[in-house]
């Protein structure tokens, strides 16, 4: 029997160790990106490292708050608290105030909150509480509606903020709708849909010549789209019933090809656009919307295999790298501790991640199941876009690296969204299969 005294009794200590380990590397480093000899204490708070250690602390106050509380009180109010969340997301959009190009914060005198950052665990719990109930069948389409409905309002309010790096983050819930029943091909759909928008933004600025015959890119990648619909029809003359699937994505990956123009030129700011640009190797910016991975690569690459050592990194001391201490944070640990350093951490989060799927599917409850999966696929996506974005393989959308990068809310968020299945998981022999 759980001891109802104890409020750490069968909690996953390899869990919480792995977390401790993450933000004491966060704290360090955050030290390091930020260090002014002329305020040299690690405890002064003027500075972003005393700040980051006072979150850490209200972090610590928060998670003592959540093990407090009895498991089913996430079940039960899982809704209300995804409403809540909602409802901030809607007044930040209207009180908010504007901090680099987009109003997602709560402001008052120097301190600053991210209702977007909460919404992620709130989202996570919604989506496991209408998953998790009876009758629901992940194939059947008002699930898929209501799913979709669920995980998009938040996306869209965050979105309307103009925070486009938080919004794709929702992009990750298809890996738990996936391990609920979805089926693979809208995975491989999504794929798809992935490789023509790249392949159309690659060509969209090109002309090619066939016979003397000029062609634009985006008008070739029709062509071919309609030559391959052709091919497949041909084949599949014995089955009339798939023309009606092969003509309507045909129609659909015609209209993403023409959307593409659009969504560069009306949805997205022009420096994402031009970052995306930069990254695929359309227009070359060292000096601009480059600037920041040139010299997150260059401050990596000169770390070595062991690093250059603590503090002594040049590229973080003279402030080379922009937001050296939130969304660049990797470059920081790659050039101080180098190679091994920086695959210490990266072993460490796949060691988190790879937990937590463990106790994910150990689950006796649908509910902490689902919501172990959304825990480990934000967590996850974080995790490969910043560092990806650091290392050039991903656009800079500026996300926090998990209990690495400097601020509170991220901070607080994801403490919340992983201690809350912590506790679920610890109550996990009080549920009856």
């Not at 309609?226 to 089955?239: N, R």
């Not at 260059?298 to 295999?305: K, R």
Request: hydrophobic fraction near 55%.
């Amino acid at each position: 029997m759980r001891n109802q005294r104890n409020i750490f009794a069968n909690v996953d200590w390899p869990s919480i160790l792995l977390y401790l380990a993450l933000i004491f590397i966060g704290w360090i480093n955050i030290y390091a990106a930020v260090f002014n000899e002329e305020h040299y204490s690690i405890f002064d708070i003027s500075e972003r490292y005393g700040k980051q250690l006072m979150w850490i602390g209200l972090a610590f106050i928060l998670i003592i708050i959540i093990l407090l509380f009895e498991g089913h009180f996430f079940t039960s109010f899982a809704i209300p608290i995804y409403i809540s969340i909602l409802f901030l997301l809607i007044g930040v959009l209207l009180f908010g105030a504007e901090i680099k190009g987009a109003r997602s914060w709560f402001k008052i005198g120097s301190f600053a909150l991210q209702p977007s950052e909460f919404a992620k665990f709130a989202t996570g719990l919604a989506l496991a509480k209408y998953l998790s109930s009876l009758n629901i069948k992940m194939q059947d389409l008002k699930t898929k509606i209501i799913v979709t409905i669920i995980i998009g309002i938040p996306a869209l309010l965050i979105l309307l903020q103009g925070d486009a790096g938080s919004t794709l983050v929702y992009a990750s819930f298809v890996f738990v709708l996936y391990r609920e029943g979805l089926s693979g091909n809208v995975l491989l759909i999504g794929v798809y849909a992935a490789i023509l928008f790249v392949l159309s933004l690659l060509l969209r600025i090109n002309t090619f010549s066939f016979f003397n015959v000029d062609i634009e890119g985006d008008i070739l990648l029709m062509i071919v789209l309609g030559l391959i619909a052709a091919f497949a029809m041909y084949i599949t003359k014995s089955m009339k019933k798939t023309w009606f699937v092969i003509i309507i994505s045909l129609v659909l990956s015609i209209g993403l090809v023409f959307s593409v123009n659009h969504i560069f030129e009306s949805i997205l700011e022009p420096h994402q656009s031009k970052r995306i640009n930069v990254l695929l190797g359309i227009e070359s910016d060292p000096h601009g919307a480059g600037y920041n991975v040139n010299q997150s690569l260059i401050a990596i690459g000169s770390g070595g295999f062991s690093g250059k050592g603590f503090l002594d990194g040049t590229q973080t001391k003279f402030n080379f790298v922009p937001e050296q201490s939130t969304d660049f944070i990797f470059c920081t640990i790659g050039e101080e501790w180098g190679f091994l350093g920086s695959f210490i951490l990266i072993v460490i989060y796949i060691s988190l991640f790879l937990r937590l799927l463990y106790l994910a599917e150990k689950q006796r409850s649908t509910f902490s199941r689902i919501y172990g999966y959304s825990v480990a696929s934000i967590l996850f996506f974080h995790f490969l876009i910043n560092i990806g974005m650091t290392i050039g393989l991903a656009p800079v959308i500026g996300i926090p690296l998990p209990f690495i990068s400097y601020g509170g809310s991220s901070l607080w968020s994801f403490t919340i969204l992983l201690f809350i299945f912590i506790k679920l998981d610890a109550e996990r022999m009080n549920v009856l299969r």
